[in-house]
DNA sequence: ATGTCCTTACCTTAAGGA
C-alpha cells in the first residue's frame, strides 16, 4: 500500500499539477493539505474518474485537509479532539483495508509564526492534542499512519541553512520538543528510518530563488505506530514536482507498506 | 534582498497567510 502526503497550496491552482503527479506516482492513498476549498467546491470528479474515493475536511479559503484513496474509506473522521471551538480544518482520519487495515491520519499543523504570539500558542495547544490524539489511538495496537505537513523542521541536517530558522516558529526549541514527544510516544518517522543523511528537503520557498538554491526544508512527515513500522518497506520525496509546471511549494512524500 | 504565490474582497488592486 502505498501512502503520500501532499501539501497542494490550493486545489484550484494546482488543478492540472495534481493529476499528473497521481498519475506517475500512483499511490493508493493520499492524504492533501492545504487544499483552500469548501467541500462543495472541491472538484472530487476530476480523482473520482482516476479511480479515487474523495473525503474533504475543508474551509473557505484557508487550511482544508482530505484523502484521497483507490480502496474505500471507512470510518472516516473530521477534526482533531480537543477544542470544541477551533474553526480551523485541519485533520481527518479514515481507515483504508488492504492487506492490513490501516488507520491513516491526515494532519495540517500550524505554522506558528510569528513567535512568540497567539499563532505560536495555537501551535504548541494544537501540537498537544495532537499527543492526546495519538495517546489515545496507540492502545488499538493497529498499524497506524499520522502524515502530513507538520511545520517541523527535526533537526539541523533537516534546512539547509538552519542558522537562518533559529528564532523561527518551524524551528523553535519548543516546537521540535514538541515532536519528539510524539516521536517518544513509539511513533517512527518513516523518512528518518530509511535515509539518516542531510540535503534531503520537501518545501522550497516560492521565494528569494529558494528551489534554484537548494534552500529547502524537510517538513512533510510521515509517522508510524509500531504496527505500522513493522510494515515498512520504502520512503521517498518525489523532489522532481517541485520543477515541473506551477508547482506547489512542497513536494508529495510517500510511503509503501507492506499492507 | 520583504526577491513569490495563493486566496478573497470594498474585485483591474490590496491584504493576509504562508
Not at 495534481?18 to 476530476?46: G, M, T, Y
Not at 492534542?129 to 523542521?153: H, K, S, W
Not at 539541523?156 to 518551524?170: F, G, I, Q, S
Request: proline share 8%.
Amino acid at each position: 500500500m502505498k501512502i503520500a502526503t501532499f501539501n497542494i497550496n490550493g486545489i484550484k491552482a494546482r488543478i492540472e499539477a495534481l493529476p499528473e503527479w497521481l498519475e506517475s506516482a500512483r499511490p493508493d492513498v493520499v492524504c492533501l493539505q492545504e487544499i483552500k476549498s469548501v467541500d462543495e467546491a472541491f472538484p472530487r470528479e476530476i480523482f473520482e474518474a482516476m479511480g479515487y474515493n474523495v473525503e474533504t475536511h475543508g474551509q473557505k479559503s484557508f487550511n482544508g485537509v482530505a484523502i484521497l484513496s483507490r480502496l474505500p474509506l471507512e470510518d472516516v473522521t473530521r477534526g482533531l479532539p480537543g477544542d470544541e471551538d477551533d474553526p480551523q480544518a485541519r485533520w481527518i482520519e479514515a481507515t483504508v483495508v488492504g492487506k492490513r487495515a490501516v488507520r491513516v491520519c491526515g494532519l495540517y499543523l500550524p505554522n506558528g509564526n510569528p513567535a512568540p504570539g497567539p499563532k505560536y500558542d495555537y501551535k504548541l495547544a494544537w501540537m498537544a492534542r495532537m499527543e492526546a490524539r495519538v495517546r489515545a489511538l496507540l492502545p488499538l495496537e493497529e498499524p497506524l499512519v499520522f502524515c502530513g505537513d507538520y511545520n517541523v523542521i527535526p533537526e539541523a541536517k533537516d534546512a539547509a541553512k538552519p542558522e537562518a530558522w533559529v528564532t523561527d516558529a518551524l524551528y523553535l526549541p519548543a516546537s521540535r520538543a514538541a515532536f519528539r514527544r510524539l516521536l517518544a510516544l513509539g511513533l517512527t518517522e518513516a523518512f528518518r528510518a530509511v535515509q539518516p543523511a542531510p540535503g534531503h528537503y520537501s518545501f522550497w520557498d516560492y521565494q528569494a530563488g529558494a528551489w534554484e538554491r537548494n534552500n529547502g526544508i524537510r517538513i512533510d512527515h510521515l509517522l508510524l505506530s509500531p504496527q505500522a513500522a513493522d510494515l515498512l518497506l520504502d520512503c521517498q520525496i518525489d523532489k522532481a514536482t517541485r520543477g515541473g509546471t506551477k508547482p506547489s511549494d512542497h513536494v508529495p512524500v510517500w510511503i509503501e507498506l507492506d499492507a
